[in-house]
């Protein structure tokens, strides 16, 4: 399988490049709009077609790229069909892989981030969307999410993974690119060490988190698969304006 990880400052979003050797065909988990010319320049570097953009949940701080890729590449939207968005192809749903070409994601619904939220197995790693992050998880919020769900989401499936399966997240804010179960079982000061329940509850219920400065805009945005709002207050138009340049993780 050919892999890259792909990294976006702004809203410090990872995306995933997965590409399947023998017929060159490749998925994007979790493009972001921002970073549309460069990962098609990947894919073109590698000799790979796109066939799909998969998202893990409707993102909060970032826009998607999914519509703007399939309308330059023809590639087909997949995302939670718990979510019923009307613009996607392919509807993901918990025990139905999604094959394109040698390369199967086995979707984990892992709600409580939002209700909708999926993780995608593939092989030795898993890609963990929000839901669990290296030494710490998604908010609880918004979105309908719900702190006791994500305990279990997180504990009762992420964690019944092998020890030595690799966590990729969405995201990191502080330039970590890979974790494992065994580390974040043991490690995460969220949900680590053998936390409860009621520990758990009792830490999200203090973070005291800001709300997502372009929560307003992505949420409704991303309803639509990646449309971004025609009049952005100047503080945010960098949420919608093409980075050519983009660190790659």
């Given at each position: 399988?050919?892999?890259?990880?792909?990294?976006?400052?702004?809203?410090?979003?990872?995306?995933?490049?997965?590409?399947?050797?023998?017929?060159?065909?490749?998925?994007?988990?979790?493009p972001v709009i921002t970073s549309v010319e460069r990962d098609l320049a990947e894919i073109k570097r590698l000799g790979l077609t796109l066939a799909c953009t998969v998202e893990t949940h409707i993102h909060a701080d970032h826009i998607t790229a999914a519509l703007e890729l399939k309308q330059t590449t023809g590639s087909k939207i997949a995302a939670p069909a718990f979510d019923r968005l009307p613009c996607t192809d392919i509807g993901i749903e918990e025990g139905?892989?999604?094959?394109?070409?040698?390369?199967?994601?086995?979707?984990?619904?892992?709600?409580?981030?939002?209700?909708?939220?999926?993780?995608?197995?593939?092989?030795?790693?898993?890609?963990?969307?929000?839901?669990?992050?290296?030494?710490?998880?998604?908010?609880?919020?918004?979105?309908?999410?719900?702190?006791?769900?994500?305990?279990?989401?997180?504990?009762?499936?992420?964690?019944?993974?092998?020890?030595?399966?690799?966590?990729?997240?969405?995201?990191?804010?502080?330039?970590?690119?890979?974790?494992?179960?065994?580390?974040?079982?043991?490690?995460?000061?969220?949900?680590?060490?053998?936390?409860?329940?009621?520990?758990?509850?009792?830490?999200?219920?203090?973070?005291?988190?800001?709300?997502?400065?372009?929560?307003?805009?992505?949420?409704?945005?991303?309803?639509?698969?990646?449309?971004?709002?025609?009049?952005?207050?100047?503080?945010?138009?960098?949420?919608?304006?093409?980075?050519?340049?983009?660190?790659?993780?």
């Amino acid at each position: 399988m050919i892999f890259r990880q792909l990294f976006e400052p702004l809203s410090s979003t990872y995306t995933y490049l997965l590409g399947c050797e023998k017929t060159g065909q490749a998925l994007l988990i979790d493009p972001v709009i921002t970073s549309v010319e460069r990962d098609l320049a990947e894919i073109k570097r590698l000799g790979l077609t796109l066939a799909c953009t998969v998202e893990t949940h409707i993102h909060a701080d970032h826009i998607t790229a999914a519509l703007e890729l399939k309308q330059t590449t023809g590639s087909k939207i997949a995302a939670p069909a718990f979510d019923r968005l009307p613009c996607t192809d392919i509807g993901i749903e918990e025990g139905i892989p999604l094959c394109i070409g040698s390369v199967a994601l086995q979707p984990l619904h892992t709600p409580g981030h939002t209700d909708g939220h999926f993780a995608y197995l593939c092989g030795d790693r898993v890609f963990t969307g929000d839901a669990l992050l290296i030494d710490g998880c998604g908010r609880t919020d918004f979105q309908n999410g719900n702190t006791e769900v994500l305990f279990r989401s997180v504990t009762e499936k992420l964690f019944a993974l092998t020890d030595d399966c690799l966590v990729y997240p969405c995201h990191d804010y502080n330039n970590r690119r890979v974790s494992s179960i065994s580390q974040e079982k043991t490690r995460n000061p969220r949900l680590g060490n053998n936390r409860t329940l009621e520990e758990f509850k009792e830490l999200m219920a203090n973070l005291k988190l800001a709300p997502p400065k372009f929560i307003d805009y992505a949420v409704a945005g991303n309803r639509r698969c990646g449309v971004c709002p025609d009049h952005l207050p100047d503080n945010l138009q960098n949420y919608c304006r093409h980075m050519t340049q983009s660190p790659q993780g």
